[in-house]
């Protein structure tokens, strides 16, 4: 049985650094774009899905098999969850709650990005991260559109190891956060709008906006990697490597399907 991670292809450099955590913890990284979860899939290949998701479209077909990984997403996507075969590892408390009221069985697993490993080296310069007027170096996580995901993971590469070496790192972003906190790197999370649903993990942490701070998250890191292991078995962490697709897909015969609404895996 394939295991595929969905990753991301968005404006958002933050989703690359998902994909580029969740890459290390499954190799090889074979993947499929999340645009494209809603086609007909095989049963025969286990996709772990990780990130934020917003919109029904991206439910996948009634014979499509996920493992739930650091996930955060909409009411809509509910009964998708409740299909599962596994635990729902929700990235927050915001989602862990959602899935206990509906009955579905979920942990709170946190970010794929607190998985990255910790950075010991000297450290020099701070960044400011999509924060206009911050301290340091100005720095985005901002993309054109329609770039293609391997410059996006260049990108997201490019960025986590400046990240590893800044001695501060201010920011407006939630998935510049935590990566910092993984990398060990001082940070200070300034939120342009505070979302408590997607802000609910940072605030689980112990952590408050706007001050500069660092956590241990190690046993963030040893619990996401352990519940990998306790559903998928056997596994090595690696590199980041670029997703590709497997070699048989995609299946032949697909078909669209007409109505994105709630279907089973």
Excluded at 44 to 52: E, P, Q, R, S
Excluded at 124 to 131: A, H, M
Aim: proline residues 11%.
């Amino acid at each position: 049985m394939y295991r595929l991670l969905t990753y991301w292809n968005t404006g958002n450099l933050g989703d690359a650094l998902q994909t580029i955590a969740l890459s290390r913890l499954l190799p090889p990284a074979l993947g499929i774009p999340r645009c494209r979860l809603s086609e007909q899939l095989h049963a025969d290949k286990l996709f772990v899905v990780n990130g934020w998701h917003r919109s029904p479209r991206e439910i996948p077909s009634a014979d499509a098999n996920c493992l739930f990984a650091g996930i955060h997403c909409a009411d809509a996507h509910l009964p998708w969850l409740r299909q599962s075969g596994f635990p729902v590892g929700a990235r927050d408390p915001f989602t862990h709650e959602r899935c206990q009221r509906a009955g579905i069985p979920s942990v709170i697993l946190g970010c794929a990005t607190l998985t990255l490993p910790r950075h010991d080296d000297p450290r020099n310069g701070v960044l400011s991260v999509d924060l206009p007027g911050g301290p340091g170096t100005p720095f985005t996580h901002g993309l054109k559109p329609g770039a293609p995901f391997a410059a996006q993971w260049q990108l997201g590469l490019h960025a986590l190891a400046r990240y590893a070496r800044a001695a501060e790192v201010h920011t407006s972003r939630l998935h510049v956060a935590l990566p910092c906190l993984a990398l060990g790197t001082p940070v200070a999370l300034h939120p342009a709008k505070f979302q408590r649903e997607r802000y609910s993990l940072f605030e689980h942490l112990g952590l408050e906006d706007g001050k500069l701070q660092q956590r241990d998250v190690s046993p963030w890191r040893e619990g996401f990697i352990a519940f990998l292991r306790e559903h998928l078995g056997e596994l090595e962490v690696g590199d980041p490597k670029l997703p590709t697709e497997p070699p048989d897909w995609p299946p032949k015969n697909l078909e669209p399907r007409a109505n994105p609404a709630i279907v089973p895996p």
